[in-house]
């Protein structure tokens, strides 16, 4: 089933609490939360104190993607602000293997992060030990950037591999996914869809990931009739 993680980074964030309780209700049921540090990425946004306030306010899993230098040096404190998965960038990994274990140890779902100029075969090795991949479709750093097409043959190319190994990994996107672009991401393979820039918008946020939701829904039944 397609699901929307809602990027809190295009939220209102003096009220924060209101935002997640709204996109809930709007068919959202993962919380996206991009940390950034201003040496991987040229922006600096959350770091565990925000996961540890975003906690008690909201049941959803929360899906920390941590675009920093140094993700070993807080996996430990993400996990304990709160965190349920945690995706690590492969580029920012000199020890990819050992860093998606310390986030099982830890005890949240692992995730890795490619970036537009990184080959999905950089991930081959890994592939068993993911929860979910993440493909970004725009370079990191900022939300509402323009959706970049070549993330589809990456999506395409991920389902094709999670069925040729017999995994079970979710495939996320993130990066211009909007209402015009999800259907192409769907229709690609992916099943964990990033939304920031789409969904917040004041007074229309509950009805933008309704309408959302529908476009993906209906791209995920047209994928499987053709897979039938």
């Known amino acids: 089933m397609v699901e929307l993680a809602f990027s809190i980074l295009a ?19 993962i919380v996206h939360v991009d940390v950034m540090d201003g040496h991987f990425v040229p922006n600096i946004t959350f770091g565990p104190p925000m996961v540890k306030a975003l906690r008690p306010v909201t049941k959803l899993p929360l899906d920390c993607h941590l675009m920093i230098e140094d993700p070993d040096a807080f ?58 991949v993440l493909v970004m479709s725009v370079n990191p750093g900022f939300g509402g950037q323009k959706f970049l097409p070549l993330a589809l043959e990456k999506i395409a190319y991920l389902a094709e591999l999670r069925h040729e190994m017999g995994l079970n990994f979710r495939i996320e996107v993130d990066g211009g996914v909007a209402h015009d672009t999800v259907a192409q991401v769907v229709e690609a393979g992916a099943d964990m869809l990033v939304a920031g820039s789409a969904i917040f918008s004041p007074g229309k946020t509950e009805q933008n990931a309704v309408e959302f939701l529908k476009l993906a829904r209906a791209a995920e039944a047209a994928r499987n009739e053709q897979e039938v």
């Open 11 to 29: 939220s209102d964030f003096a009220h924060l609490a209101d935002e997640v309780a709204t996109a809930e209700r709007g068919g959202g049921t």
């Open 75 to 132: 996996i430990p404190a993400f996990a304990e602000a709160g965190a349920t998965m945690i995706s690590v960038q492969q580029e920012a990994c000199r020890h990819l293997h050992r860093t998606l274990q310390q986030i099982e140890l830890h005890g949240c779902l692992p995730g890795v992060v490619i970036n537009p100029a990184t080959p999905v075969d950089m991930l081959i090795e890994v592939l068993p030990m993911v929860h979910y």
